[in-house]
């Protein structure tokens, strides 16, 4: 039995288990595929709670799980090891990421290339099963039919698949056990409140108008009443963000057919999406669980209080999880986070359901300084910065 509380890094190949690490990585994230991980190991193991022995050999390729005090958080392959040594020290470098690493990778070559009247989630299992992989869907409705969807050429599955989910207003990335997962963020809020000077240790926020846009146009493809593949036309729709005031327009052609309602859902989504996104910040707490002990995982809702980033017991979306160890700062969390506007529900129909953002809290009063206070009281959202 791995003792949990002096060796809370495990690394599980097959029946061993590897312990004593100098520094470790693991990442996880909302907008990936597959998260990953990075451990530095000296050249004597525990194996299986047992006695320092010479460790096997880890090799790319390796089956493999990370283990933090017990809980999976990659499930996957080595994909690389390193072996540094000189006459004082030797190290070997081990990395890796979760079995969805293959659908990031690969081209997409299964046939037909082409697929019609079918739902994201029965395209998706029928994908991810050749590379045995599971589907886990988290979404309550996961949007209407394609009636025509194709592979492009040198497409991988994740480029496709990702097209796929963000035009249905949905997102994939992989569960701890290595499967891909289907989802709409910010279902699941935690009763934890993270505060500035109690468990808060570190916190940064930027605030960018780079990717903003005073108006966006979508530009799709309808299919019309009739009988011959040219019975096409190309609407477009236009919609406004207020908060930037220069001319500034943005075209986007839709990846997918659909309808005027559809491309109006698309480009309102771009705007939202934007202005939420160019609002970003990250909070770093001691440890890799939350307070019910479970680990951090990215996706949840938490609530920040931080005035020196002008938060006010704001409902913030956990984007993405660092957790890390090493020798100086022990075990440490980065949460990356944002308004949960930025991954709002897109929908693709007038029956879409109205998946309403989590209002962002008025920002503290009482900065360090007049000057502060001023910039606080006249902010009500990141996305106003």
Known sequence: MTDKTSNPIELKIGPDRY????SMRVSRSIETMAGSFSLDVTDYWSQGGGGAITGKPILPGDACQVLLHGQPVITGFVDEAAIDYDSNSHRTKISGRDKTMDIVDCSLRHPPGQWNNKKLDELAMHLVHHHGIKLVVQADDVGKPFDT????TGETMFAFLDRAAR??????SSTPDGDLLLTTPGQITLTDHLVEGVNIKAARAQFSHKDRYSEIRVIGQTR??????????SPSVVVRDPSITRYRPLVIHSEISGTTVDFKARAEWEVMVRAARGSKGSITVQGWTDQSGKIWQPGRIVTVTSPSIYLDRAKMLIVGCDYSQDLSGGSLTELSICPPAAFVELGSSSKRKSRQPIPASKVFGTSKSRAERLRAESVSDWSDL
């Open 19 to 22: 312990l004593g690490w100098q």
């Open 149 to 152: 969807i194709m592979v492009q």
């Open 167 to 172: 035009s249905r207003g949905l997102m994939f």
């Open 224 to 233: 019309l009443e009739g009988d011959g593949d040219s019975d096409y036309a």
